[in-house]
């Protein structure tokens, strides 16, 4: 006999399936199991567009075999009309004997009231199941509802001997296969920034390219407006968004929005505002030092290459120990988790 662990695992791997996709919605797997055997499952694939819970219901062929089945979730069901009806209304309607839940949703709008409804139909609801999984899948969106902030991502690359670039010009320092791994990166959040003189001296697109995925929303911090538009991320691959204090304005897929003081505080306002629930910040060091000393950031994922760079500017100064460490070819990634 399989047990609840076992397919709520499924459903982790299900729901990760729409990364970079779903934001700000959270990322959800579902399956359906009858006489332990998986007779549907499914995703929420596409913000907007039907959950989890939707999908999996309409992939199983025997629909009859609902009433008696047992439906895992990795979140919550949802208990409000949203772009989409309350899933947990459609697990009432299917009549399921049992719902087994990974993770409570802290979200206003559900907060356990999906849970409540289904409870005082009479369904069996176990909470709890690989819940620490469950929450980690979805820590940008848990951050989102309950700091009232984006999820702060801080990354950079930096030298053995603690430079991120030399003489303010744009330097390689990690192997080119690691940018597979930054793009990635890029393409699980919602949105990157980077201050006027990054976007000045390494000119970056601010795409995803090495992997399939969709570009985040590009932020940069202008105060003066003083970047050339002929920089590489004001073209239309991806929406840009110059925070500066002269102007508010929209034209095409770029928006000026005029704040009279920059500063991760504000700037953390002003997304959450926008409805951004994750960033990624690749600097430069101003920004990032920013961010540190204001104690505005949630992960950090710092990048050392193999060469020394003997001079040029110093890495961000960063007094925190490591959770994870691993080498990627000539390349050591380490990633830190704020307690």
């Not at 982790?12 to 990364?19: E, F, M, N, P, S």
């Not at 990048?303 to 070819?329: R, V």
């Amino acid at each position: 006999m399989h047990n609840d662990e076992f397919f709520m695992k499924r459903c982790i791997q299900l729901a990760k399936l729409g990364k970079g996709r779903v934001a700000p919605n959270p990322l959800v797997g579902a399956v359906i199991v009858h006489n332990d055997r998986i007779i549907g499952e499914g995703y929420h694939e596409k913000y907007g567009f039907a959950h989890a819970e939707v999908n999996a219901v309409n992939s199983v062929k025997e629909t009859s075999l609902l009433k008696d089945a047992t439906i895992y979730v990795s979140l919550e069901p949802c208990a409000h009309f949203g772009k989409t009806p309350p899933c947990a209304l459609l697990l009432i309607e299917k009549k399921f004997k049992r719902v087994v839940i990974g993770s409570f949703d802290t979200f206003s709008e559900v907060n356990g009231k999906g849970i409540k409804m289904l409870e005082e139909q009479g369904i069996e609801v176990k909470l709890g199941i690989l819940e620490k999984e469950c929450l980690d899948l979805n820590k940008h969106f848990f951050c989102f509802h309950e700091k009232k902030r984006p999820y702060i991502t801080l990354k950079w690359a930096q030298s053995p001997d603690g430079f991120i670039d030399k003489d303010n010009k744009q330097h390689w320092i990690s192997g080119p296969e690691t940018q597979s791994v930054v793009h990635k990166i890029r393409s699980e959040t919602q949105a990157i920034l980077v201050g006027r003189k990054t976007a000045e001296h390494d000119n970056p697109s601010l795409t995803v390219r090495a992997v399939k995925g969709a570009n985040p929303i590009r932020i940069v911090i202008d105060p003066e407006l003083k970047l050339s538009k002929d920089k590489a991320l004001f073209n239309n691959d991806s929406k840009t968004i110059i925070l500066n204090t002269l102007k508010t304005d929209q034209k095409d897929n770029k928006s000026w929005i005029q704040l009279n003081i920059i500063s991760p505080k504000t700037i953390c306002e002003t997304l959450f505002e926008l409805g951004i629930n994750s960033v990624l910040i690749e600097g430069g060091k101003a920004t990032l030092d920013s961010f540190i000393e204001d104690e505005l950031w949630d992960e950090a994922i710092i990048i050392t290459g193999k060469e020394d760079i003997k001079e040029g500017t110093l890495a961000p100064t960063f007094n925190y120990e490591h959770t994870e460490s691993k080498s990627f070819f000539d390349d050591t990634i380490k990633t830190y988790f704020k307690v």
